[in-house]
């Protein structure tokens, strides 16, 4: 069990490039969660995926972003024609069902800067 | 909807002092969760407690102790003889159920802790 990882840890693109994300839950995990925190703010949800089924999303995912997790195991984030306003961390978080007493967890981010 | 407030922005305090951080939160949910988690500098949000809405009582661990009052809607978070390792971003966040059975977390925005020798 070597935690949640995300890659890359830091990214930073030109406005109106595409830009991917990956989370690498834990092997047990079901559930995966992406949150998005920007500075001097706490993480916000995007959206929530349960084995391969994307269940939910944030109104903050707008049509730019696009999430995927196939075959249930790890995730993908991918933000088309990148704005300054989408500079941000991007964290990724798993659970398994019915495991709530230690919440989620979390990995370590991806930073987005966009210039 | 849910809300998560944390009024103290930063505080500072020196090493040894006992530190109460704030939070209150609204829901109309009658069975919710409420979480406090810790970022430290290099980014990754542990976690630290989670308490639901049924159980009011009081909770020590170690240095750590939460006080839950559902009647003013608060979590609070006391760290006794703080360390300057203490010193991260402290949030507060609640639970509500999402279809399928996860759960999504609404965070507060969050209070600095600077720990100081």
């Known amino acids: 069990d070597t935690g949640v990882s995300q890659d890359p840890r830091h990214k930073i693109t030109k406005r109106g490039q595409n830009v991917t994300f990956r989370c690498d839950p834990i092997?047990?995990?079901?559930?995966l969660y992406w949150y998005r925190q920007t500075l001097g703010q706490g993480p916000e949800f995007l959206t929530y995926f349960q084995n391969e089924a994307q269940l939910e999303k944030s109104r903050l995912l707008s049509d730019r972003f696009s999430a995927e997790r196939p075959k249930g195991s790890f995730s993908t984030l991918e933000i088309q024609r990148t704005e300054q306003g989408d500079s941000a961390m991007y964290l990724c978080a798993s659970s398994r069902s019915g495991e709530l007493v230690y919440g989620y967890t979390f990995g370590s981010g991806t930073r987005l800067t966009v210039v | 909807a849910q809300k998560v407030t944390q009024a103290q922005t930063e505080i500072s305090v020196v090493e040894k002092e006992d530190v109460t951080l704030d939070c209150v939160y609204e829901t109309r949910d009658t069975t919710y969760y409420l979480f406090w988690y810790k970022q430290p500098p290099s980014g990754e949000l542990v976690f630290l407690i989670r308490r639901n809405s049924f159980d009011e009582q009081n909770e020590i661990s170690g240095r750590y102790s939460w006080n839950f009052q559902k009647s003013t809607s608060s979590f609070n978070f006391t760290i006794t003889a703080s360390q300057v390792v203490d010193s991260a971003v402290y949030f507060c966040?609640?639970?509500?159920?999402?279809?399928?059975?996860?759960?999504?977390?609404?965070f507060g925005t969050g209070t600095q802790l600077k720990v100081e020798l």
């Open positions: 966040a609640l639970s509500v159920l999402l279809t399928g059975g996860g759960n999504k977390l609404t």
């Open positions: 092997s047990e995990h079901n559930r």
